[in-house]
């Protein structure tokens, strides 16, 4: 761990052991592979909470993951949207909209979709998610009426959902990337917020580079943290739920001088660097895609995609996407036979990173079979358990029990 002391830390200087062969990655210390048999009885399933899912066909549902009852959620001729669950997942946000009607409402929900606020929809409001139980941040969307394509403005608009109280967020932190929108992460721009407004990560550097990670004290205008990174701006960083932590994947390439080498790191509130995992030590080239935390914040979720040393992957190189699961108190991986994408292309998302229950024990993901079709798994990772939960069931969000 490297002590932040007002300095500039670079996590490139971190030595990387790169070995030719991964034959003893089963039962390396902090590696492991799980296989477990994909079950699809779900009368073995022990699990709790309601799950949102999206089919492919049509409709938004409600899944009771106890009983496995499954209502829902829209009305006829009514499409619903941008599904965000709150961190102590007791409440849901989604966009409502009549099909072929103009005006669209902001529905703010409890479990078993009890309406409790209808907001009408404002032309300047963007994608949304919760920043805490109280409070959605939302993209702001230029009114500059002359172009087809969505402008998003750089700053946020913060909405108490229970009592309507905003908030703009100034997005104006120096030497912040400028050709906006991309990168894009997930409805962040290049900016994301601890829950408690007082931190910011944020992409620093010019067009041609060199990049940095930032981590901006608010309330005193200062960096506690600044992380060099390659070119590639693909690794976005994540808040644990508590607030006190942020993960993120970036490359190595700059230290090795090859092409991928990513490893997920750890950045604390008070700007503590630590590395948390070594997948490169057992894989040659290593791509981490996405990752979520458990609600306890123990544990981070990821997609990881790896080739041997005979490839040169290079940023088109495509790969199968694998779930691994990093527990943060022993320091172990564990890597599951279980797909996510395949033949994925690097920088490009197709599926939402893995999504947890509740109580931290199990996680449900999109495991592709075709290039349009997948199968919704479910996997207990206290059990070492997998179930299959059903066809093109896309999951947007794990609610806690009625």
């Not at 062969?21 to 699809?40: D, G, R, W």
């Not at 829209?74 to 909209?97: I, T």
């Not at 979720?301 to 992957?313: C, G, Q, S, V």
Request: charged share 15%; with cysteine; aromatic share 12%.
């Amino acid at each position: 761990m490297v002590k932040n002391k007002g300095n500039i830390f670079s996590i490139i200087s971190i030595v990387l052991l790169l070995v030719s062969s991964c034959s003893s990655v089963a039962t390396t210390k902090n590696l492991k592979i799980e296989c477990p048999k994909i079950e699809t009885n779900m009368a073995n399933l022990k699990s709790i909470g309601n799950l949102i899912i999206h089919p492919l066909s049509d409709g938004s549902y409600q899944m009771n993951m106890a009983t496995m009852a499954i209502t829902q959620m829209n009305k006829p001729n009514e499409g619903l949207q941008e599904f965000s669950v709150s961190p102590n997942q007791n409440w849901l946000a989604y966009y409502e909209s009549e099909f072929n009607q103009p005006d669209a409402n902001l529905i703010v929900a409890g479990v078993n979709n009890q309406i409790y606020k209808t907001l009408p929809w404002e032309s300047e409001w963007g994608s949304f998610r919760w920043l805490d139980n109280e409070n959605l941040i939302m993209r702001m969307i230029a009114q500059n009426g002359s172009s087809s394509v969505i402008d998003y403005h750089p700053d946020f608009l913060v909405l108490n959902a229970f009592t309507g109280a905003r908030q703009i967020l100034k997005v104006n932190f120096p030497n912040i990337y400028d050709p906006a929108p991309w990168p894009d992460w997930d409805g962040w721009g290049v900016s994301v917020y601890n829950l408690t407004l007082t931190q910011a990560v944020y992409l620093e550097g010019g067009v041609s580079g060199p990049f940095n990670y930032v981590l901006w004290d608010i309330q005193h205008k200062r960096q506690v943290a600044n992380l060099q990174i390659s070119d590639d701006l693909n690794a976005v960083p994540r808040w644990s739920l508590d607030g006190k932590q942020f993960a993120f994947a970036p490359s190595l390439a700059a230290k090795i001088k090859e092409y991928p080498s990513y490893e997920l790191f750890d950045v604390t509130e008070a700007g503590d660097i630590k590395q948390l995992t070594h997948l490169t030590e057992y894989y040659p080239w290593v791509y981490i895609e996405d990752l979520s935390w458990s609600p306890d914040s123990r544990y981070i979720a990821f997609w990881f995609t790896h080739w041997p040393h005979n490839e040169n992957p290079s940023y088109d190189t495509t790969g199968d996407r694998y779930l691994a699961v990093l527990d943060m108190t022993t320091d172990l991986v564990t890597i599951y036979c279980i797909n996510g994408e395949n033949n994925a292309t690097m920088g490009i998302r197709k599926y939402p990173p893995p999504l947890w229950s509740p109580d931290s024990k199990q996680i449900v993901v999109q495991s592709q079979v075709t290039p349009d079709s997948f199968k919704t798994i479910l996997i207990d990772i206290q059990e070492n358990r997998a179930f299959y939960v059903g066809d093109n069931l896309e999951p947007f969000g794990w609610m806690v029990s009625p």
